[in-house]
């Protein structure tokens, strides 16, 4: 059936760093493709995403790319802050929604 | 604006105890949701309500029941706790299409002992 896989964490970097957070996904069909962050105590919420194929999702300076060819919708940002550090999801839907085991993002001063 | 509101927060329950955690959303929503999240698996899909009226079963559908109130509410229900049901549940809610996200709900941590 339909899966999302991410990176295992946890991924640690300092303030400023470059980051990528790799997800991959298995689908029959052409599903829409998420990300979503998890704040301490809270929630998802969704971050940002991508409906087809080649379209680029952007929020709040992540980035991520719908690429068909390697079925992949990496998560990307140029300079972390501390406030970024939470729980990352990368989901797929298509009938319904399915989500990667998330990965923990700590960004140190 | 609200957006999902699940209650109650924290519950701990002794093992063959029942109950009901609520969820209501204010956005208009078709579709709502009930998912568990455990450690280093992600979220699970309990069951979900396509529309008003209808329920169906999600990927981990044993040991819990569903009502959808109406449009707004959605609950959940723990017949007879088990410590195998220890986790943190979020409710959601979307338009039921594809291309649209869900919003969520903060969640209630429910610990069986």
């Known amino acids: 059936g339909d899966s999302v896989t991410q990176m295992e964490g946890p991924v640690t970097l300092s303030e400023e760093a470059f980051l990528t957070i790799n997800c991959t996904y298995t689908a029959t069909g052409y599903p829409s493709l998420f990300w979503y962050v998890q704040y301490p105590g809270e929630g998802l919420q969704l971050l940002l995403k991508?409906?087809?194929?080649?379209d680029k999702g952007s929020n709040k300076g992540f980035e991520a790319t719908y690429r068909k060819e390697t079925t992949s919708f990496h998560l990307e940002k140029g300079s972390v802050q501390v406030s970024d550090s939470a729980v990352y999801f990368c989901a797929l839907s298509y009938n319904d929604m399915r989500f990667g085991a998330g990965t923990r993002l700590t960004v140190k001063p | 604006n609200a957006g999902v509101t699940q209650t109650p927060k924290f519950q701990v329950l002794k093992t063959g105890q029942s109950m009901t955690l609520q969820c209501a959303q204010d956005?208009?929503?078709?579709?709502m949701y009930w998912y568990r999240q455990d450690p280093g698996m992600g979220l699970r899909l309990i069951y979900y309500?396509?529309?008003?009226?209808?329920?169906d079963k999600g990927e981990v559908p044993n040991g819990y029941n569903v009502s959808r109130l109406n449009k707004r509410e959605f609950s959940l229900r723990l017949e007879s706790a088990a410590p195998s049901q220890t986790s943190v549940y979020f409710c959601?809610?979307?338009?039921?299409?594809?291309?649209?996200?869900?919003?969520f709900g903060s969640g209630t941590r429910l610990t069986v002992v």
């Open positions: 309500s396509a529309s008003e009226g209808t329920t």
């Open positions: 956005m208009n929503h078709n579709s």
């Open positions: 991508a409906t087809k194929a080649d």
């Open positions: 959601a809610s979307g338009w039921g299409t594809q291309n649209y996200g869900y919003t």
